[in-house]
């Protein structure tokens, strides 16, 4: 049986077993009405700003569906959505779908007057309909909205639904991060297809952007800009080979930013690159750490002076919020200490969905580390 819409503080409540998508959507519609409702007799709600978007999540499993939950649970106000988390469970049983629905209301702040309400809707499909997901998800899409869909699975999981949701999404949304590295001339393959004409999202990506800001930052002046065209060597560290991926993506961005060419493998762990006249080594080396945040741990670029070699590094410190910055050559001894931004992963979904359109910089990247990937 339905329990009864029950409003909980900012949130209401529904769930059911064995139901059909008919009962999905009437019960949507009922939490939004209640919602609407408890909106309009608010003293200072007057009134509902419902989805900007729709974001459907794919889970293997459904330890990764509850985190997946919490991560949409934590997402900022101003990304009000109707999720769709997904649970498939193939079998050939008789089709099952059971339905866990919530409507989480956020209080206006002060000044605003307009509460917001996300819907999220749990799904485990189990039996014969998990074979037929898209005809599940479809009906629950909101028309007229982008969708997105945020698929948490590997990339050769259920091939069949992946491209028929790659097909209706307007943009898809993984963590590269979760792949081995040659997975990156998959997502490369997808992110220049017309077909289906998709953009595609990285939390890989977004997780290395403060990284990428403080490399940048070293050559913002004019005193030390000329040694890009210098660099001779590039050393990636990170904690945990799960974190070679974000290494590899890194390592990429520099090289495609520079007009540096792949020019062949030197082994396992390192690459050589033409740059102009000369050729630049660089290597991702896995360090061990006891009980160290997985992720990238340090970044060295080493650069000819005209009076010796200039190394110019990144260190994060135990304190994860810091890095240590250094400059280091002939008349060159800097050292500083840099504000590293560590987002939650509901912050990096956020960032990936406030994105509209494809993201030209992390495509670029994305390109080199296919090259690099084909050239080992």
């Known amino acids: 049986m339905a329990e009864a819409l029950t409003p909980a503080d900012t949130t209401l409540t529904w769930s059911d077993r064995a139901v059909n998508v008919r009962a999905v959507e009437e019960a949507l ?30 889970a293997a499993d459904g330890d990764t569906a509850r985190w ?15 999720a769709l988390i997904i649970v498939a469970r193939p079998s050939q049983q008789e089709p099952r779908i059971d339905a866990d629905l919530s409507a989480h209301c956020h209080l206006p702040e002060p000044g ?36 997105h869909l945020w698929w948490t699975a590997p990339l050769d999981a259920d091939p069949h639904l992946f491209e028929e949701m790659a097909g209706t999404c ?7 991060a979760r792949y081995e590295p040659p997975s990156l001339t998959r997502l490369d393959e997808l992110a220049r ?28 002046g004019a005193t030390l800009r000329p040694y890009l065209e210098r660099i001779e060597e590039v050393g990636v560290e990170i904690v945990d080979s799960a974190s070679r991926t974000e290494g590899v993506l890194l390592a990429a961005w520099l090289a495609g930013r520079l007009g540096w060419e792949p020019a062949g493998d030197a082994g396992k ?48 410190e135990p304190d994860p919020g810091l890095v240590s910055a250094s400059v280091k050559g002939p008349g060159l001894d800097l050292d500083w200490m840099s504000h590293l931004e560590r987002e939650s992963d509901a ?3 956020s960032q990936q969905l406030a994105v509209v359109g494809p993201d030209r910089v992390y495509e670029e990247a994305l390109a080199f580390a296919a090259r690099l990937a084909a050239s080992r």
Request: with cysteine; charged share 20%.
């Open 29 to 58: 519609d009922a939490l939004r009405q209640q919602a609407a409702g408890g909106a309009a007799t608010g003293e200072s709600a007057h009134g509902l700003r419902t989805s900007v978007l729709t974001l459907v999540v794919y």
């Open 68 to 82: 997946a939950r919490d991560i949409v649970a934590a997402l900022p106000s101003h990304h009000p959505s109707r």
């Open 112 to 147: 605003v007057q307009q509460q917001v309400c996300c819907e999220q809707v749990f799904l485990t499909v189990r039996g014969r309909a998990a074979d037929h997901l898209h005809s599940v998800i479809l009906p629950l899409l909101v028309p007229d909205l982008p969708v």
């Open 170 to 176: 307007d943009r898809l949304i993984v963590d590269s």
């Open 193 to 220: 297809s017309e077909v289906p004409a998709c953009s595609v999202g990285d939390l890989n990506w977004s997780r290395l952007t403060a990284w990428r800001e403080l490399i940048a930052q070293f050559f913002d």
């Open 269 to 316: 762990r390192q690459m050589r690159m033409k740059a102009g006249d000369g050729e630049v080594g660089i290597s991702i080396d896995e360090k061990r750490q006891a009980g160290a945040e997985a992720g990238l741990t340090a970044v060295r670029l080493v650069a000819a002076g005209p009076e010796g070699r200039v190394t110019f590094s990144l260190r994060r």
């Open 347 to 349: 912050g990096l979904l």
